[in-house]
Every structure is written in C-alpha cells, then in structure tokens.
C-alpha cells in the first residue's frame, strides 16, 4: 500500500481553507480566557471569517489518543452567536451532538461565537474530559476550546490563538509564540490539528527543567506545574534519568520527528490523572508528590507518552488518521499503537535508569500474572477484540473486568512485542532485535510533526526486513488467541519463567497490601479496597465459587471485624489450616456467611531464571547511550534565550 504523510513545516503558510471561509488562509481567530480557572470557568470566543448562508460547525468528537468519540461537548455552555451585530440562531444536529448549524445573515463577513468551557469538578470524565485545573496549576487541551467549520480537512484550517491566564502564572507548551505582555501571549497562527496537539500547561508553582543531553541539537524540557512549590522541584538524579531516557530514545528510533519536545507533568492529587500523548509535547498527570513518593507506574508514564511521539504520533495506523475531529477512527491496530509503546516505553525506562532491573522483571511479572490467571476472559475474547475497549468503555463498571476484557491491548501488547523481540534474536543469532525494526519503522528524516501512516502489511513487511520470517502467521496466532495463558514465550526466550511465592516483589502489581488495596487476585480470587469493598473477583475462582461479586463489602474475617491486615493474616493461614475462610458479606443492604474453600496460602508472581538460557532481558535494558554521572549543569530555556 502507498503510504501518505502529512508534513506540518516550522513556519505555517496560508492554505486551501473551507469552503465557507472567505478567503483562503484567513485564520479563525481563537481567545481563550483562563484568568478565573480557580472559579473552574474558561471563557471562549472565537471570529470565524464567513459567507452568508448554511453553516455547520463542528465541537472535537474523537480525540486523538482518546481513540474514542469522547470530546467533552457536556461542558460548553452559554453558547452565543452573532453576526453583523444580530445574534444568530443556532441549532444541534439531531444525530449529532458534537455537529451545529447556522444560517448567516446577509451581509455577514464574520461570526462570533462565544461560550464558557466548565472545567469538571470531582474528577469529571476520562482523558481531557476530565479535571484539569485548580486554584494554583491548569492544563489548557485546545480541543475544548474551539468550534470549527466543516468542509476542509483539520490541517487546512487555520487558527490564530491567544491566551489570557492568572496574573504571574508561568507556562509551557510547544506551540510557537508570537508575543506575550504580561498575562497574555498571543500565539503564531497554526493549523487546527497541530493547534489540537498542543497544549499548556500553567501554573503559579511552576519549574522548568531542560532535559537536553550534551550534544542533542534538539531542546527538550520538562515543564512542571503543581499545588505547592515543593511539588514541582526535581532532584538533580531524576534530571539525569530523563536527560538518560532523550539520550536513549535518540539510540532507539535513530531520528526525531519534531522540533522540540515538552514534558508536560502536572503535580496535583484535585485533577484527573492520566497520560495523553502529543507530537511535541505530552500531557501527564500524578500526584502532588509524585516526583517524591510516586511508585514504578509513575515513574513510566513519561517514557510511555514520549515514546508515542514516535509510535502513534509519527507513525499512525491509516484507520486512526482522519481527516477531521468528527470522523469515526477505527481501532483494530491499536496492539500496535498503545501495545509497542507499553513495551518500549518500560524497556526505556529500565534503560534510562529510572527503574531497576528488579522493577523492570516485576513489571513483566505482574502484566503476564494479571494476564494469565488473573485474566479468565482471554479464553472467549481474544486480543484483537479487546482494542475495540474505547468504544465500549462504558460497558467496563460494575465490575467483572476479569471476565468482560478492556484495554488489554496495552499489558497483552507488551508481552506479544517481547515475544516478537526475542524471535528477531533466534533468528538472527542475537544479531539483530526490535531495535532493529525501530529503526527502520521509526526513523527517516526529520521534517517536524509529521505523520506517517501503516498498515498491518507494513507491520509484517518491515519485520521481514529485520529478520525473514512468516510474521503474519506469528502475530495472528497472538492476536486470535483464547488460550487460558498468558503470552509468555517471549519471557521464557529471554531466560526466565513465571513463577508464584508466598512473598510479594517489591514494585510489582501482583498482590498484598498497600495502601488502602488488597491484591488476592492469584490466590482466592479478590481484589479488595481497604474498607473491604470488592471490586473485583475472579471468574471461577475460590472465591468466585463460594459466592462473592464485585460490589459486596467484606464485613467480617473469620468472626471478627474486617480490617485488611485480618484478611492477610487469614490468607496466610491456609497454608497450615484445614478450614476454609469465612467471611460475612453485605450486599444490596443483605448479610450473608460464605466459605471460601482454599488452602493455598498468598501466590504473588515473581521471575526466576531459567537454567542454562542466557539472560536476554538484561540485554534488552542494558543502555545503548553513555549515562554521565555528573553532567555539567545546564540553565533553563528561558535563561537559554
């Protein structure tokens, strides 16, 4: 298949614009006033040049990255039009909430639209319909922020942007600036989609952090904004660990397709947490004191964001490439666009240094345990379906994930690219290896946020290029799949094996207590809040067997009142004990005694290895880029400039 690519160069030009536009190039003038984001309001208004006549315009519908028709339509309001100095009528689409029409008056040149964008209270929805400000940080994603016209594709229609955010907030995003005075900077005009992937982030505690290896002609920052002050210092190890990961992902992919790239990380337990990827830029979310105290799935999450620039960013599946934010995208190859990047994102993180290799084996632990026993609904949906989650993610409540699938792509993705790494490594007598194929699929010239689009064919004719072999067949005997396993020959090539202890590894997903959860997935079959709330139970497990669902509250552990350190304690003694664990459950306002008839103690996975086969994991996060281990200090990009 002739591929298609989209070249967005450093200095837009006036292009063919909608047909409505009046003239070509004309840009819609976009103000976003964020000056009472602590009051959670956005104030919008935008100039959109037009001809008299029917007019309909267009509110983002399917997110990139969201892979879903989710754009937060529900939190416009007050939604104004003028034209001529006469309000205009406006009118929803009756089989599209996210589509309107106008009718412009005669004599019209132009038409004002104006609204509020409410930010969500208490968590909102998922991605960028969720949370995204308090009193002291925001993210601004401009796809809430924006009407557009139908008639042209997003990168044809051109937007002039500008900004108003609370007095002496900094910012940082990869948008190019025209100017700025005081509170507001105006932005250079921009296309649509390229607008649409580039946020900012703000804040009044905010740090930034230039990441640039020695060397690396391309900037990188981090821009940090949080709740406190403390929340957005960074250590100067950690610093060496991103500058690490740039270093790294320069080694792996050969060639970088942007022109500088912006960590955005916010630092706040009050928005909605997450990773979003963007070409030049990403949009993650933790916890205040994330940077202090978060665990080995926050330290991931950035190499997994920054790998997108290349895999789903730079190369994009052809079906998730449309031409407008109101076309439907079809995601069957997203094993590919989120399932590489879930394993190239760890490996480089394990390579960057800012997980171990003890982290890096538990990870992989825990994604083949939570896959295997703890993952029944492999047997009747296989991994091909499960990339149709987003489109169904409303369907995933209430429990019974075990057995209903979701996301799966990612963790089950992960597993099937080790597996296709280390059959690159057979066949090439260790000569060559996924970072080969990376090479070759990622790499090429740099011509700034580009896309390249794929196919399933390219996916196979690229690893033939690699190593000649029938990857059709090897990739479709994973995909189709409704073995009870997890897919773990890639883990067994590389020299090790599952296995389960009485002891859990330390940085794994695979069990115990911590925090206010119980993981007794591999054992009797429960996942379990520390107020005793089952959230999950496993399909035909002990537990599952003896009566308990997701959404009953554990009341009571063998006679005595629920506390997670009771329930651990009676796990343990299974082991020794002949009698099954009683419990007393409430549910829908009823009590009632069940008896979970097991006697294998705690099971939490772990990797051990495999005698007489070399250690190929080590291999594949053994750095590939010199790591100094005390890099000069290097200023801000402001103080650069």
Excluded at 18 to 32: F, H, R, Y
Excluded at 254 to 274: I, T
Excluded at 413 to 439: A, E, H, M, P, Y
Aim: proline residues 8%.
């Amino acid at each position: 298949m002739i591929m298609f690519r989209r070249i967005y160069p450093t200095l837009l030009v006036p292009v063919l614009a909608a047909a409505n536009l009046v003239a070509a190039g004309e840009p819609i003038t976009l103000n976003v006033d964020a000056s009472d984001i602590a009051l959670k309001i956005i104030r919008v208004h935008e100039e959109i040049p037009v001809q008299p006549g029917a007019l309909t315009l267009y509110y983002p519908k399917w997110i990139p990255g969201e892979h879903a028709p989710d754009g937060p339509i529900d939190a416009v309001t007050g939604l104004d039009m003028r034209a001529g100095g006469q309000t205009v009528r406006w009118n929803r689409d009756l089989l599209d909430v996210y589509t309107f029409h106008v009718d412009v008056p005669q004599g019209a040149s132009s038409l004002e639209v104006s609204f509020q964008y409410l930010e969500p209270t208490g968590g909102g929805g998922p991605f960028t319909a969720g949370g995204s400000a308090t009193d002291k940080m925001a993210v601004i994603e401009w796809n809430q922020e924006a009407f557009y016209p139908a008639g042209a594709p997003s990168r044809e229609i051109i937007f002039k942007p500008a900004l108003r955010l609370p007095e002496g907030w900094k910012y940082g995003t990869p948008l190019p600036i025209d100017h700025e005075s005081g509170s507001e900077i105006d932005f250079k005009p921009i296309d649509l989609e390229h607008l649409v992937d580039s946020p900012v982030i703000a804040g009044e505690y905010f740090n930034n952090v230039d990441v640039t290896p020695p060397g690396e002609p391309i900037h990188h920052e981090l821009d940090l904004a949080g709740d406190s002050a403390a929340s957005v210092e960074m250590s100067p190890e950690m610093r060496q660990h991103f500058v690490n990961l740039v270093a790294e992902t320069g080694k792996l992919f050969g060639a970088r397709h942007y022109r500088d790239y912006h960590f955005l990380l916010s630092l706040s337990n009050h928005v909605a947490h997450f990773g979003l990827e963007h070409h030049e830029s990403d949009d993650s979310r933790i916890g205040e004191n994330g940077l202090t105290s978060g665990g080995p799935g926050t330290a991931s999450l950035l190499p997994h964001e920054f790998v997108h620039s290349w895999n789903g960013k730079f190369r994009r599946p052809a079906d998730l490439t449309t031409p407008d934010f109101e076309q439907p995208m079809k995601t069957d190859l997203l094993w590919v666009y989120e399932g590489l990047t879930d394993y190239l994102g760890p490996m480089l993180t394990a390579r960057s240094g800012l997980w171990t290799p003890e982290q890096y084996h538990n990870h992989i632990a825990s994604i083949a345990a939570d896959l295997g026993p703890g993952r029944p609904g492999r047997t009747w949906r296989d991994l091909e379906d499960t990339t149709f989650a987003p489109l169904i993610r409303g369907g995933f409540g209430g429990g019974w994930f075990n057995w209903k699938r979701g996301s799966d792509y990612y963790d089950e993705g992960d597993l099937v690219w080790l597996w296709v790494d280390t059959q690159i490594r057979s066949l090439t007598n260790n000569q060559k290896s996924i970072d080969d194929f990376c090479d070759i699929f990622h790499g090429g010239p740099n011509n700034g946020p580009e896309v390249k689009t794929y196919t399933f064919d390219d996916i196979v004719s690229t690893l033939d290029q690699v190593a000649p072999y029938d990857w059709a067949k090897f990739l479709h005997e994973r995909l189709d799949s409704l073995s009870a396993e997890a897919p773990v020959g890639g883990i067994e090539a590389a020299g090790w094996k599952v296995e389960y202890t009485d002891q859990e590894a330390q940085g794994g997903r695979g069990g115990g207590f911590r925090g206010n959860f119980i993981n007794a997935t591999y054992s009797v079959g429960l996942s379990i809040g520390g107020d005793g709330h089952v959230a999950d139970c496993i399909w035909n497990s002990p537990a599952f067997k003896a009566g308990v669902i997701p959404g009953m509250t554990i009341v009571a552990v063998n006679g005595r009142k629920f506390t997670p350190e009771l329930f651990n304690q009676a796990l343990r003694d299974t082991k020794t004990g002949n009698e099954p664990i009683e419990l007393i459950v409430e549910s829908d306002d009823y009590f009632r005694t069940v008896r979970i008839d097991y006697h294998g103690g705690p099971r939490y996975p772990h990797l051990v290895r495999i005698e007489g086969k070399p250690d190929l994991l080590g291999e594949i996060i053994k750095p590939r880029a010199p790591h100094p281990e005390n890099p000069p200090a290097r200023g801000s990009h402001d103080e650069q400039q």
